[in-house]
């Protein structure tokens, strides 16, 4: 017998010696129902379907007749199912209508082909001393594990036990004094085998509902965990949905940051290709930027672009710095310095001052830059160096002017004071000359 588990059921039955008896398929049927449409037909010697491991409604139903399950040892592809099924419709005349029977013919077949051989041979061997019948119990010894000559052996028992049961009835005289007795005796016995069929005639009604039962126990459970596995893999699809839906704003939010980012980078790229260009042309000086006035990013500027003699440097941020910063940027003997000379500190001026380094004021010129690449008209930096130096020149004569003046007022100080001192000298003579005078005329 060959069973197609599933929503529909695909039932296909063959006697032992390979006859079709039925091929059909049941849409949503209980394991009870199956089990009494097979017993009209006997009880199943091997129970075959073509998965493995075995589904647990196939097993129950074996369970139930104490037969064999049966897989072929290699799974079954559709095209062998479809050749199997076309075989058995010449040799029988019998048409599968869907997939759920053709599997099923498949697989009964299957395992009629495992035993065939040795039906065969129980048929020729046997054929004289049992019946069809009496074969058929030897084929299903066989088949469930026995060997032939145990399975034989078996058989003779059985009809020997058989034989020796059978009760031998005499009809013996009974005096007309206990023939009342055994009348009621009869009667009694009667109605105590009425009972006793009664019984278990009740009792096989009763396990065949409990059966019913348990087959729709087991049809609802299975309903509800594929409810349950519905609602879990439709949760499963929010969530993935979900899942998606947040990793696309992701997405699209990067997206727009690169595009941003792109366009900044474009934007970067053609101002630098520019600035570049005209570094390359004349009338364009190049300068080094220095993005602060610290030792350290003088040092990243020199280490990176280099500082050398000549160079001219514009000092993005001149807050910072004191003295020992100017004289950083003094040893690499720079020409001049573009930067916001307010804004440096009172020490950092004095020394760039000392060294006589012109400071110009970048708001009054048109400087190109890109990061740490910048250029300079040169006649803009000409004419801010010009008002730088002269500037320089200023300071340095109202240096020299204040000097002299401090020199002046100095010798006129020391010069008053040897008058005052001359003076006080030739009057104490004086009174020293008097003092001899009088002394003389007294």
């Known amino acids: 017998m060959g069973i197609d588990p599933g929503l529909t059921v695909g039932l296909s039955i063959l006697d032992l010696n390979g006859r079709i008896l039925k091929v059909s398929s049941y849409r949503e049927a209980s394991r ?33 007749f104490s037969s064999r399950l049966y897989t072929p040892r290699n ?6 199912k479809n050749e199997i099924s076309r075989k058995l419709a010449m040799q029988h005349g019998v048409l599968t209508k869907n997939a759920h029977q053709r ?14 051989t040795e039906f065969e041979n129980i048929d020729r061997k046997y054929f004289n001393n049992y019946d069809k019948s009496l074969r058929d119990e030897i ?3 066989l088949v469930k594990g026995k060997s032939l000559v145990e399975a034989t052996k078996e058989l003779e028992e059985t009809l020997k036990e058989e034989a020796e ?23 009694k016995s009667q109605i105590l085998q009425e009972q006793l069929d009664w019984e278990i005639r009740k009792n096989s009604e009763l396990n065949v509902e409990l059966k019913d039962l348990e087959e729709k126990i087991d049809y609802l459970q299975e309903r509800l965990n594929e409810g349950k596995s519905e609602y879990i893999e439709q949760l499963q699809k929010e969530k993935t949905y979900i899942l998606k839906e947040n990793k696309i704003s992701f997405l699209e939010e990067k997206v727009k940051q690169l595009e941003s980012e792109l366009e900044r980078s474009t934007e970067r790229i053609d101002e630098l290709k520019r600035v570049t260009w005209l570094r390359s042309r004349e009338g364009w000086i190049p300068l080094k930027v220095i993005k602060k006035f610290t030792t ?32 950083k940027l ?9 930067g916001d000379e307010s804004q440096f500190s009172y020490y950092a001026k004095m020394k760039l001052s000392e060294e006589q380094i012109p400071i110009a004021n970048p708001n009054d010129v048109e400087i190109k830059r890109i990061d740490e690449i910048a250029v300079i008209k040169e006649k803009d930096l000409i004419r801010i160096l010009e008002s730088a130096i002269d500037e320089i020149e200023e300071t340095v004569i109202e240096e020299k002017k204040s000097f002299l003046d401090s020199l002046i007022d100095d010798y006129r100080r ?23 005078v009088d002394d003389e005329e007294s």
């Open 75 to 80: 799974v079954m592809t559709v095209s062998e």
């Open 103 to 116: 599997d099923s013919l498949a697989s009964a077949y299957k395992g009629y082909t495992k035993f065939r």
């Open 165 to 187: 049961v059978k009760p031998i009835i005499e009809k013996s005289k009974v005096s007309s004094e206990t023939k009342p007795e055994v009348e009621a005796l009869e009667k």
């Open 414 to 436: 020391e010069r008053k004071q040897e008058i005052i001192e001359y003076d006080e000298k030739i009057l104490r003579e004086r009174k020293k000359r008097t003092r001899n």
């Open 139 to 141: 084929k299903d010894l």
């Open 32 to 64: 009870g129902q199956i089990i009494r449409e097979i017993t009209r037909y006997g009880k199943p010697t091997l129970i075959c379907v073509d998965v493995y491991p075995y589904p647990s409604y196939v097993e129950k139903i074996a369970a139930a």
């Open 296 to 327: 350290e990013e003088i040092e990243r500027t020199a280490e990176t672009y280099t500082l050398g003699p000549g160079d001219i440097v514009i000092i993005l941020d001149t807050t910072g710095g004191g003295g020992q910063t100017a004289e």
């Open 330 to 338: 003094l040893s690499y003997k720079i020409k001049a310095i573009i």
